[in-house]
């Protein structure tokens, strides 16, 4: 069964470091979103992006944030400037038009650790 | 409350018994899923119900939605070892076009004893 993909699975980066995280969506899908989860808290709404380009973001998801599908394959999560509170795991996730339209599939997700 | 409210936020019971599970939401949507997630990984995806829809089935999953109240209830009977998790359940709000964010409710942690 197709399923999305993360990869590294954790990643622990200084504080002011640039960091890009890498998801594979299932290959027909559409529509990919990124969210995050601090530990012990809710999953969070990041970004949500269309037809190569963002078509909503949260408040979370400022000018340090940005989201590129550099090719038919990828889809990846950058943060220029790492601090502290953004040490969470984040989730990748991907959906379709079609039959199963709305279904979002996440990933594993990618624990990343800020110190 | 806040958008996607699950109750209780923990609930323990005995294999084999039924586990009920409980979400509040505040504004309309067009479709409301529900998500497992065991501890510390992703995110799986167990069944979406759409607003027009009152009840849905999946294996030994029985999910209710009742738009008046804005609530559902995620039912999993015959428990088993397995199933201990913290379940979520997340919202699409109301557009035209769907395929729009979720919003994740707090989870209720289930834990099945053996």
């Known amino acids: 069964e197709p399923e999305v993909t993360q990869t590294p699975s954790h990643q622990v980066t200084q504080m002011g470091q640039e960091v890009i995280l890498r998801c594979v969506p299932i290959s027909n899908h559409l529509y990919f979103y990124w969210y995050r989860q601090i530990l012990g808290q809710k999953v969070e709404f990041l970004v949500s992006f269309y037809n190569n380009e963002i078509s909503e973001k949260s408040e979370i998801f400022d000018d340090q944030f940005s989201v590129e599908r550099p090719d038919g394959s990828n889809f990846t999560l950058k943060i220029r400037s790492t601090k502290l509170e953004d040490s969470a795991m984040y989730f990748c996730?991907?959906?379709?038009?079609?039959?199963?339209?709305?279904?979002?599939?996440f990933g594993p997700g990618t624990r990343l650790t800020v110190l | 409350s806040q958008q996607g409210e699950e109750d209780p936020q923990a609930l323990s019971i005995q294999e084999g018994e039924n586990a009920t599970m409980n979400c509040s939401y505040k504004t309309s949507i067009n479709n409301l899923q529900w998500y497992r997630q065991n501890s510390g990984r992703g995110l799986v995806h167990l069944i979406l119900?759409?607003?027009?829809?009152r009840e849905k089935h999946s294996g030994r999953l029985r999910v209710t939605l009742d738009t008046s109240k804005k609530s559902s209830s995620l039912l999993i009977t015959a428990s088993r070892a397995a199933d201990t998790a913290s379940y979520f359940c997340a919202t699409d709000a109301s557009g035209n076009f769907g395929n729009e964010k979720l919003t994740f409710g707090t989870g209720t942690r289930l834990t099945i004893i053996p």
């Open positions: 996730a991907s959906s379709d038009s079609g039959a199963v339209k709305d279904t979002q599939y």
């Open positions: 119900i759409r607003s027009n829809e």
